[in-house]
C-alpha cells in the first residue's frame, strides 16, 4: 500500500492479522458464471472509508483506537483483497472490522474510551462526507456511548452490530463467527445492561443516533431509551 492510499484514510498503525480473511457464506453479487471485477483501490477506499471509520468508533468509543482499528482494516483489504471471494463486500469488511477490533481487545489489558470531539470529523478525508454530516454520523448520544462503552466486548460488539448497524441476527452471527442463538443471548444481556445504565433517561425524550432494538433495519434513527428498553 502506498502512502498515498493510507493518507486517504485516518493516519493509523498496523497490527497482527486476524484469523478471519475471506468472504466466508456471504452471498454471491452477480450473476451465475459472471466475472466478478476487483474494485479500484481509490473506489475501495472513497467508497468505504467513513462506514468503516463510523463502525471502528462505534465499537472502540474514542477517536484514537477508532482511526487505528480503521487504518488496520484497509491494510487487511490491501493485503486480502486479491483472495477475496465475489459476495457481499459491505459484509467482508464487518468482518475484518469487528475481528481486528477484538484482537485489539485481546492485547490489552485495559481499553481506553473517550467521547468524539470535532476533530475526528475534521480528519476524514475531503472523499467523505462533509465535516458536519460525518460529525452526526459517528457520535452517539454522550450517555448511550457511555453505556456501550461499560458492555464487555462481546455484548458490545453484537449489539452494535444489531442495534446501531442494522444488521439481522443471521448476519451478527455470520460476522462474529457465532450461532445466531449466541448472538440473540448477547444481544438480550446487553440491552438488559444498557436498560439499567440508561434508566435515567426513561421518559427524557432525548434523541440518539441508534437504531431502534425491535426490527433491525440500515440507516434507522431513534431515541436512547429506544436502545435501552429494547
Known amino acids: 500500500m502506498t502512502q498515498q492510499a493510507i493518507s486517504r484514510t485516518p493516519h493509523t ?6 484469523p478471519y480473511s475471506d468472504a466466508g457464506s456471504d452471498a454471491q ?5 459472471e466475472e466478478w471485477t476487483v474494485p479500484g483501490w481509490d473506489e475501495i477506499v472513497r467508497t468505504h472509508a467513513h462506514p468503516v471509520y ?11 483506537d477508532a482511526e487505528d482499528l480503521t487504518q488496520e482494516v484497509f491494510i487487511r483489504v490491501f493485503r486480502s483483497l486479491s483472495r477475496f471471494r465475489p459476495g457481499t463486500f459491505e459484509g467482508w469488511l464487518h468482518r475484518i472490522t469487528v475481528n481486528l477490533f477484538l484482537d485489539m481487545t485481546r492485547r490489552r489489558s485495559r481499553v481506553r474510551f473517550e467521547h468524539l470531539t470535532d476533530a475526528a470529523a475534521e480528519r476524514l478525508s475531503a472523499a467523505e462526507p462533509n465535516p458536519a454530516q460525518a460529525h452526526h454520523d459517528t457520535r452517539l448520544d454522550a450517555d448511550v456511548q457511555a453505556a456501550l462503552d461499560a458492555l464487555p466486548v462481546p455484548f458490545r460488539a453484537a449489539v452494535v452490530l444489531c442495534d446501531v448497524e442494522g444488521l439481522s ?8 463467527g457465532v450461532k445466531t442463538g449466541t ?11 444498557l436498560r439499567t445504565s440508561l434508566v ?12 431502534p432494538t425491535g426490527s433491525p433495519g440500515p440507516h434507522a434513527t431513534a431515541p ?7
Open 200 to 211: 435515567h433517561r426513561a421518559g427524557s425524550g432525548t434523541e440518539s443516533t441508534t437504531a
Open 183 to 193: 448472538v440473540r443471548s448477547r444481544i438480550h444481556r446487553g440491552r438488559a445492561r
Open 169 to 176: 441476527y443471521e448476519e451478527v452471527a455470520a460476522t462474529l
Open 13 to 18: 498503525g498496523v497490527c497482527a492479522l486476524s
Open 224 to 230: 436512547a431509551a429506544a436502545l435501552a428498553n429494547g
Open 54 to 64: 463510523r463502525l471502528a468508533y462505534r465499537l472502540t468509543g474514542n477517536q484514537h
Open 29 to 33: 453479487d452477480g450473476q451465475p458464471g
